[in-house]
């Protein structure tokens, strides 16, 4: 199992940074499980195996079997297997909070074929529901055009930091 126990870690402080960082983005829609499951590996100074993810949260490597899976699709957790043995462990990605964007941004290109099938079927704006559906795809533009421009300059930053 990973050493977190290091000089200048406060366990009981990392534990309540997991639990409150995952409550908050609960209340957001995301998976409890898969926040605190985020989080634990986040704040883990080595990859974890699903065994001592579950040992750090209190649960059973079971339970965190499905956070893993999802945490994964969207570009948040890397599994890698460990040498010799049929289990794997667990970390995030080099640049991880942008690797997520960049997949979720593209639900908005999706949402904006979707809605463009819908402005046609209602005759755009020439009725009260196809005025919605077009002002819903024009901010799925609008966001899209947005993220793109954000990731640019993301990568930007990073770079001048790095």
């Known amino acids: 199992m990973p050493d977190d126990h290091r000089p200048g870690r406060n366990e009981e402080g990392v534990h309540l940074f997991v639990e409150r960082m995952a ?7 995301f998976p409890r499980m898969a926040a605190r499951v985020l989080f634990a590996v986040m704040s883990a100074d080595e990859p974890l195996t699903a065994a001592e993810i579950g040992d750090k949260l209190g649960v059973s490597a079971a339970a965190v079997s499905g956070a893993v899976r ?44 979707i809605a463009d099938g819908g402005v046609d079927a209602l005759n755009g704006r020439a009725t009260p529901g196809g005025e919605r559906v077009t002002e819903m795809r024009d901010f799925f533009v609008f966001v899209q055009e947005e993220m793109d421009s954000l990731g640019e300059r993301w990568r930007a930053r990073r770079a001048a930091t790095t």
Do not use: C, H
């Not at 409550?23 to 829609?29: E, L, N």
């Open 70 to 113: 999802y945490l994964i699709q969207f570009g948040m957790l890397v599994r890698e297997p460990v040498k010799g043995s049929r289990r794997d462990r667990y970390r995030m990605p080099e640049n991880a909070w942008y690797e997520a964007t960049i997949i979720k941004s593209g639900l908005y290109k999706n949402f904006i074929d």
């Open 23 to 29: 409550m908050a983005f609960a209340d957001f829609g």
